[in-house]
């Protein structure tokens, strides 16, 4: 197997005061992959990200990254990184084309004026190259954010809620460009609220909660083990108690009896296959119902259900 892209082990940052922003994080990052990392507000994500691109230093942990310990060669390894951040932290009086032109030269990469068109075009940024910062929508601004972090051709990049109050059409075409950078090889880190973009674009997710990262896997497995499907089946008479003919499946009674709830499943289609299966119990039983909702729960159920204190 391969040496991973990025390779964090026990990593943990506590700020002044005790409060502890990372906690043993262990991570590991495969070349050319969609990561979507979820959490609240406050959970350590651009904590996270922050220790990776040098802009916080770790309590404790290695961070190694192109199979280069950070605490030792950070300087060549974050030429190979890029980084969109949350705030809109620029010059907002520079044009465009100088701006995205002054990120690539920071890193110590040569002039290429046809690079940098490239980017802006593939951000529909081109025909506002010309253009201050300052006068651009709030979803240009962030384009022109993406267009510095890849002004130096990154191999990995990091995008801190990349979409953060843009609208829907300026996302997805985020989206695509997302999608067109990892089938150019480059390996993309995001952390995001929006649970669609987990779905939409990230190949594997995880879920950080209190500097915790409680799991990591690709949806289909996550699906797999927490998802669930759930039916309500409004019934034609109030039922006392669940009979012996059904009390096999995972069911209860609800609304005065008149309503029998299944929980079960795993996320994979199988509960739906069993709820079909409880209906034709309850025909061939004779308990009528006059009407049925099936749900199958989504990567948001899965990720509320986890960050939720439950006592």
């Known amino acids: 197997m391969s040496e991973p892209i990025l390779k964090i082990e026990n990593l943990t940052k506590v700020y002044s005061g005790g409060f502890k922003a990372l906690d043993d994080v262990d991570l590991q990052i495969t070349k050319g992959e969609i990561f979507a990392l979820l959490g609240p507000n406050g959970a350590g994500k651009t904590t996270l990200i922050g220790a990776v691109c040098g802009l916080v230093r770790p309590t404790s942990g290695t961070i190694r990254a192109f199979g280069d310990d950070l605490s030792h060669n950070w300087r060549s390894a974050r030429a190979r990184i890029g980084l969109v951040p949350q705030e809109l932290s620029t010059d907002m009086f520079e044009?465009?084309?100088?701006?995205?032109?002054?990120?690539?030269?920071?890193?110590?990469?040569?002039?290429?004026?046809?690079?940098?068109?490239?980017?802006?075009?593939?951000?529909?940024?081109?025909?506002?190259?010309?253009?201050?910062?300052?006068?651009?929508?709030?979803?240009?601004?962030?384009?022109v954010l993406i267009a510095k972090a890849l002004a130096h051709d990154p191999e990995l990049l990091f995008l801190d809620e990349p979409t953060?109050?843009?609208?829907?059409?300026?996302?997805?075409?985020?989206?695509?460009?997302?999608?067109?950078?990892?089938?150019q090889g480059v390996t993309v880190i995001l952390t995001t609220h929006?649970?669609?973009?987990?779905?939409?674009?990230?190949?594997?997710?995880?879920?950080?909660?209190?500097?915790?990262?409680?799991?990591?896997?690709?949806?289909?497995?996550?699906?797999?083990?927490?998802?669930?499907?759930?039916?309500?089946?409004?019934?034609?008479?109030?039922?006392?108690?669940?009979?012996?003919?059904?009390?096999?499946?995972?069911?209860?009674?609800?609304?005065?009896?008149?309503?029998?709830?299944?929980?079960?499943?795993?996320?994979?289609?199988?509960?739906?296959?069993?709820?079909?299966?409880?209906?034709?119990?309850?025909?061939?039983?004779?308990?009528?119902?006059?009407?049925?909702e099936i749900r199958e729960s989504s990567l948001e159920d899965i990720f509320v259900g986890l960050v939720e204190d439950r006592t």
């Open 95 to 143: 044009t465009v084309r100088r701006a995205v032109s002054f990120s690539r030269g920071l890193f110590g990469c040569k002039s290429d004026p046809a690079r940098i068109e490239d980017i802006l075009k593939s951000l529909s940024l081109w025909d506002k190259r010309d253009e201050q910062i300052r006068k651009l929508s709030g979803g240009m601004k962030r384009r």
């Open 194 to 292: 929006y649970i669609e973009e987990a779905e939409e674009m990230a190949d594997r997710v995880g879920v950080i909660r209190d500097g915790k990262l409680l799991m990591v896997d690709d949806k289909t497995s996550m699906m797999a083990r927490l998802g669930r499907t759930e039916a309500h089946i409004s019934l034609s008479a109030p039922m006392g108690e669940i009979p012996p003919e059904i009390s096999e499946f995972p069911v209860h009674l609800a609304k005065d009896g008149m309503e029998l709830c299944y929980r079960g499943g795993d996320g994979t289609g199988l509960g739906s296959r069993e709820v079909a299966e409880l209906t034709k119990a309850l025909t061939a039983h004779g308990i009528d119902y006059i009407g049925i």
């Open 164 to 183: 953060a109050g843009v609208d829907v059409e300026l996302r997805r075409d985020m989206w695509r460009l997302i999608g067109n950078l990892r089938d």
